[in-house]
């Protein structure tokens, strides 16, 4: 429930009542598993990282080289994103929020760190493979940040906009759509 209410409200609008009805429990008894709204939403943010790395990690695994690694990793995150669409949609008001609350910024720092190296380290093992060549690594990382947050914050509500998504990011990747094909 509060994934939920953080995802639709954003950190500043949810409040401890909203958490509290949300989850059938008096604010009272809210305080007496969390201090504040803060630990609150630290919770959540723990418990949406671990299910969705612990995931990603497993199918990137399953393969030894960049493509196969990504491939997998987005394959993951449509299956969650259609059993689950408030798992990315947190992620995406969650980057949204810590920009705008400095309580929050301060608090968990400015950016996703466990999602930075995960994809980081995904791209080096490209680099050793040859898929990537060194010089376009930075280049690289960042196209894949901006692909992930149009999927999460645009695209986490349509599953079949979000697919459409996921397979043309793997066929850009795989070099197949490097000439746009136009009427004659």
Excluded at 109 to 129: L, Q
Excluded at 139 to 155: E, H, K, S
Aim: proline residues 2%; hydrophobic residues 40%; contains cysteine.
């Amino acid at each position: 429930m509060a994934r939920r209410c953080f995802a639709d409200h954003g950190y500043e609008v949810t409040t401890n009542r909203k958490l509290a009805s949300e989850a059938g429990v008096t604010t009272a008894a809210m305080y007496h598993y969390f201090d504040s709204k803060l630990d609150i939403y630290k919770a959540v943010l723990d418990d949406v990282q671990e299910r969705v790395y612990h995931r990603f990690a497993s199918a990137e695994r399953g393969s030894d080289t960049f493509i196969g690694k990504i491939e997998a990793v987005y394959g993951v995150a449509h299956e969650l994103n259609r059993d689950d669409a408030t798992l990315a949609r947190f992620l995406g008001s969650s980057r949204i929020d810590r920009l705008r609350n400095p309580e929050l910024a301060r608090e968990l720092g400015a950016v996703d760190t466990r999602g930075e190296g995960f994809f980081e380290a995904i791209v080096d093992r490209g680099i050793e493979t040859g898929e990537i060549v060194p010089a376009d690594r930075e280049m690289v990382i960042t196209f894949i940040r901006a692909f992930n947050v149009g999927l999460t914050d645009g695209l986490s509500g349509d599953h079949r906009e979000h697919r459409q998504a996921v397979d043309g990011m793997m066929a850009v990747l795989r070099g197949e759509r490097r000439h746009s094909r136009r009427p004659a």
